[in-house]
C-alpha cells in the first residue's frame, strides 16, 4: 500500500513527465489556431498551395484516427 507521501510524488513526477512531453513533442499534423490563422491570412499562391497540402494531410490523418477506433 502506497503512503500517502508516495502518492504526492508519483503525482508530482506524473506531472513533470506530462510538461516534459508537452515541450518536446509537436505533430505537424496537428490543427492549431495558428495554423488556421495562418491558413485564412496566406496571400502567396505557393503558400496557399502549401498550407492546402498540409491541411489535406491534416484531414487524412483525422480520417485514419476517427476510422481505426
Known amino acids: 500500500m502506497c503512503s ?14 506530462i510538461r516534459i512531453c508537452v515541450v ?12 488556421i490563422k495562418e491558413f485564412n491570412d496566406a496571400t502567396d499562391p505557393s503558400e496557399k498551395e502549401r498550407l492546402r497540402c498540409q491541411s489535406q494531410k ?12
Do not use: S
Request: no cysteine; hydrophobic share 55%.
Open 24 to 35: 518536446f513533442y509537436r505533430n505537424d499534423l496537428e490543427v492549431t489556431d495558428d495554423f
Open 4 to 17: 500517502h507521501v508516495q502518492v504526492l510524488i508519483l503525482d508530482f513526477v506524473t506531472v513533470i513527465i
Open 58 to 69: 491534416m484531414l487524412e490523418r483525422i480520417k485514419v484516427v476517427i476510422f481505426k477506433h
